[in-house]
């Protein structure tokens, strides 16, 4: 039950993240949410961290893969809440959902190993016409939406370098302390950004932003990847991975009914191509899943069998 209720909260931390990175900016600059929840979550990872008395560089190496999951928060961070400006939350849930793909193409280049087999091939084809249907609807929509597409992109294309990098340096940390270390990396860039960029202390803050950077801080930064790795580390990874599929499809839902999104039919169709594509790439063994269970009620491969015993029981 608690694997469950970890796993579920998951999907809703993730789908709901960039509904909040919108409402994080409402009184505050981009760079200004940015380096405000990073600072929050670091705080609260470090109290935290003194509280367990848990040591964040115990093993030798460790700052090499704190740096490399860093650029997940810099320069991805700033890029993905500047793109967050320009295209409904949703839709930068359903974008991101390229994500494996991308990830697939980065391990082909930078760990050798080539993951797409033809039916993967297809669907990362099947993901492409969905995007482009995407483009095209949103391009007439508002032409400063091609900015956010492309910057969400290029969100996935840093995320994936970042989760590749962890994994080619392959030195060991938990789950919080990878967190905690990465946000600790890119602190200081994020701070020189928002130096040079804005540089401007605002003298109030909505309860809007505060709110949303609150939850984004304590939510998004450390307790959704600590449910995360703890759902990984108790399921398999095929269930894991519809997190993916399910976040897309409930972020455009909560887009839509809780910020009045406005979403057109060509928008949904790009959004079903991508996700269909993604289901597609996950490569889940329905067949296997759908004959296991049917042999747990009872069935088996040759049904006389079932009945010859039925039989043999009643003589």
Known sequence: MAVLLAYFSV?????????????????????????????IALALGLAINAAWQRKLFAQKGVWRVYAAGAIGAFPNMPVVYWSAQFIPSGLVAVVFAMSP??????????????????RRVVA?????????????????????????????LLSCFL?????????????KTDAFNQAL???????????????YMDGHIPSTISVKSLAAIGYLAVFGSLVGAALFFYVLGHMSPTAVSLITFMTPVLALILGSWVANESLGMQLWCGAGLVVTA????????????????????????DPLQKIKEDIARLK
């Open 278 to 301: 993604l289901l597609l790439y996950l490569d889940l063994p329905t067949e296997n899943w759908f004959f296991a269970r049917l042999r747990n009620s009872g069935w088996q491969d």
């Open 181 to 195: 270390g990465s946000v600790l990396f890119s602190l200081p860039c994020l701070f020189l950004m928002w130096w």
């Open 11 to 39: 999907v809703l931390i993730w789908a709901t993240t960039p509904l909040t990175i919108q409402w994080s900016s409402d009184s505050l600059s981009f760079i200004a949410a940015v380096l405000l929840r990073m600072s």
């Open 124 to 152: 990362l084809l099947l993901a492409l016409l969905g995007l482009l249907i995407i483009f095209y609807h949103q391009l007439q929509f508002d032409l400063r939406a091609a900015y956010g597409i492309a910057g969400i």
């Open 101 to 118: 793909f991308i990830m697939g193409l980065i391990s082909w280049l930078l760990l050798k190993h080539n993951p797409f087999t033809a």
């Open 159 to 171: 995320f994936g370098v970042s989760s590749v990098l962890v994994k080619k340096i392959n030195v």
